[in-house]
């Protein structure tokens, strides 16, 4: 992004009318953080007006954005409300709940648009510019676990929804969110929190100079956590990183290093009848029991990746690139004996894979004809090479082999997008992405499921932005997107179970979409948005890596309305207001399974009162469809969450805080995931269709104590 040669030359049109705040920081050094956003504000830069900036929590002000759903979140307010997991930092993005249904070392659920994301699919997360998501991942396409993620390390946030940009691919049609590290850190500081059932966490986290413009910045962290489990989770969580930045926002690099292991045990979810009935073979059960209390996993995740970018008034050239391990073993058992009645369903899912992959980039202004307007072209290569399978197990002991295979998949994009002021109040976006996956599977239990193939699409985008008026302006966004299906699923020729015939699948899905959207800042100290989206998908279908073969489904369509509101009445509040309504349907009608219909949040924030700040959130997932015919629903979970945190000086007056965070702070009993589906219990004769269920956890408080060094 160019914010600092738009300042120097008077360009940026659309945020002229943005209001000033103000700045903690000198204007440049607000500039130059601002520099570093990426591109969320380069659209900007092809009219000519000066440019205002603000210092705040969020950077989503009127021209600030090419679409009404993009956004930037600031560190500030994720230090100001409790989360949790780590990957509950994404529920900061207006209109996403995250959740859980099996141990905290697994990834999380995500919910966005209608979507239940499942692990990760059709939302593209980012951590330094390294992919998340993991496509024919051992559990699920496009698994995203953000478990390693530091949330004290955070700089920003940048999200997007939505299938509109051209530098996005596999994964992002709902949406997407790049999470950016900090350089260099306010204070260095060791942090230690205590909680409810056997929480423990700590964080040692230090910034030094090397040089004048060399800075070295490294963080260690481990977590230990039973949870309110009768099988106690026993997660250990151990992290580190460490990264060294060279030169400025305008022109150097960095070069990160992150390491992450983790092992639990798991309470799968269980049937609502069993906690109904209260007993299993005679025993009591509750609601935070185990129907196998062997269930559990394992994973790592060890990366090394570097970034190089140089800016001037003319234009911006980045390259990164990065190399991953990461390896995952799962124990689940979702259907107890329905298919093994003497030995348990319990199977393992394992992934051990290497990832390269990079990307380059280079933007600049320039004329078109007689229009000001800036354009980026980009190169994004990604390898994945895989050995991946599902086992039969009991008790984490091997069983036999469902299928083993070796996986290597490529995918390869290139785009190229335009931003051309058509008038001081329009400007337009244009933009181009070609994607091209390869994929190659060698089935070691079946070689009738090997083979090699190929998908290409082409993905076009448009935009429109009008305004401002009166602090307000207008969005139209259309484009098209996809995600990559499992590769196993495109070489496949026989069911891995019963050898019967099966059609392979389609290696990349496209998913087409629009949206109009409006963000005003007309009434004082509120800022807000509104949104009115649809977006068709060709197919749901996806494979199912707990059964290791293809699920069919139909084509789909979903549309919604997205209502945001950040109301800053003064420098000490904060008030967070969003909601979102979707309807989700198949073509043929029927409802989509597990597409919630609303979600919601209102988070109420005080900073600064003296040595006081806190927050007190309101959290909402609705109600949605179990079944195709709306025969059985899930319940909606309606939960607060609160935060108070008092600043001090310690015993050798250096600065430390005391962090109170109370969790579902009015004990309600609800659950985190709902399904509906056919499960046998031991004891019973027949399988039986029930809605299956994992509780949220109970109220549970930490306490955190942090001072800085």
């Known amino acids: 992004m160019k914010i600092v040669a738009a300042a120097l030359i008077g360009l940026n049109w659309a945020m002229a009318h943005a209001q000033v705040t103000r700045c903690p920081n000198t204007c440049e050094q607000v500039l130059g953080a601002l520099a570093t956003e990426g591109d969320a504000t380069e659209a900007n830069l092809a009219v000519r007006h000066q440019v205002t900036v603000t210092g705040r929590h969020y950077d989503n002000s009127v021209g600030s ?3 009404a759903s993009q956004g930037v979140i600031r560190s500030a307010l994720l230090a100001n409300r409790a989360a949790l997991r780590p990957g509950e930092v994404l529920e900061f993005i207006p209109g996403v709940i995250v959740t859980q249904h099996s141990g905290d070392g697994k990834a999380n659920q995500y919910f966005l648009r209608g979507f239940n994301l499942d692990h990760g699919t059709d939302f593209a997360s980012s951590v330094d510019g390294m992919p998340v998501n993991m496509p024919s991942h051992g559990h699920g396409q496009g698994y ?3 478990n390693f993620l530091i949330p004290e390390l955070v700089d920003r946030i940048e999200y997007r929804k939505g299938p509109y940009f051209a530098n996005y691919g596999d994964f992002s ?5 790049d999470i950016h590290y900090k350089s260099l850190l306010d204070e260095s500081f060791a942090q230690v929190t205590l909680g409810q059932h056997g929480y423990q966490r700590g964080v040692l986290a230090k910034s030094l100079p090397l040089r004048d413009d060399v800075t070295l910045l490294g963080a260690l962290e481990w977590m230990g956590n039973d949870g309110p489990w009768t099988v106690p989770e026993k997660l250990q969580r151990k992290n580190a990183v460490f990264r060294i930045t060279q030169g400025t926002r305008h022109s150097g690099g960095s070069i990160s290093l992150m390491a992450y292991d983790a092992v639990w045990n798991a309470t799968d979810q269980v049937p609502q009848r069993l906690i109904n009935s209260g007993t299993l073979n005679g025993r009591p059960f509750g609601r935070f029991d185990s129907v196998d209390p062997t269930d559990g996993g394992s994973t790592s995740r060890y990366s090394l990746s570097g970034e190089w970018h140089d800016r001037d008034s003319n234009g911006e050239t980045k390259v990164t690139a990065y190399a991953m391990k990461y390896a995952l073993q799962l124990f689940s058992n979702f259907t107890y004996a329905m298919d093994r009645p003497v030995t348990g369903d319990q199977f393992s899912q394992q992934d051990d894979r290497n990832i390269f992959g990079g990307k380059v980039s280079k933007s600049w202004n320039h004329m078109l004809g007689s229009l000001d307007a800036r354009s980026e072209v980009g190169v994004q ?14 008790a984490r002991q091997v069983l036999g082999a469902t299928r083993v295979d070796d996986v290597r998949e490529t995918m390869l994009g290139v785009y190229g997008q335009s931003t051309i002021g058509l008038t001081p109040w329009l400007r337009t976006i244009v ?12 089935s070691l239990t079946n070689s009738a499921n090997s083979g090699k193939t190929n998908a290409s699409l082409l993905s076009p985008k448009l935009t429109f932005v009008a305004g401002p008026w009166n602090k307000t302006e207008f969005f139209f966004n259309t484009g098209n997107g996809f995600h990559s299906n499992d590769a196993r699923g495109t070489t496949a020729r026989a069911d891995p179970k019963t050898d019967d015939p099966v059609d392979p699948v389609p290696g990349l899905v496209a998913l087409r979409g629009w949206e109009l959207g409006m963000r005003s800042e007309i009434f004082s100290h509120l ?8 977006l068709k998908s060709d197919s749901e279908l996806l494979y199912v890596g707990d059964a290791g073969t293809t699920q069919a489904s139909h084509a789909s369509q979903r549309q919604g309305i997205e209502f945001n509101n950040r109301w800053t009445p003064s420098d000490h509040f904060l008030l967070d ?3 979102a309504l979707t309807h989700a349907r198949f073509v043929n009608g029927d409802r989509i399974p597990n597409a919630v219909d609303s979600v919601a949040s209102i988070t109420a924030t005080i900073k600064d009162i003296g040595p006081w700040s806190g927050s007190l959130q309101w959290r909402y997932l609705g109600s949605g469809a179990l079944t195709e015919d709306n025969s059985v629903r899930s319940d909606p979970a ?6 108070i945190s008092r600043s001090m000086r310690d015993l050798t007056n250096r600065p430390s805080n005391v962090t109170i965070d109370v969790f579902n702070l009015l004990n309600t009993k609800v659950n985190d995931i709902q399904y509906y589906y056919a499960t046998l219990l031991p004891g019973e004769t027949a399988p039986v269709n029930d809605k299956i269920v994992h509780p949220a956890e109970p109220r549970s408080i930490r306490v955190t104590y942090r001072t800085s060094f």
């Open 65 to 67: 954005s090419d679409a």
């Open 638 to 643: 309606s939960t607060f969450n609160l935060r």
């Open 527 to 534: 800022q807000s948005s509104l949104s009115y989206w649809k």
């Open 431 to 442: 933009g181009l992405r070609a994607d091209t996956a390869y994929f190659s599977v060698t």
């Open 173 to 177: 049609a709902a949406g997407a969110a």
């Open 144 to 146: 995203s676990d953000l």
């Open 577 to 579: 207001a969003d909601l």
């Open 381 to 394: 290569l990604r390898n994945d090479r895989i050995h991946v399978g599902l086992y039969e197990t009991q």
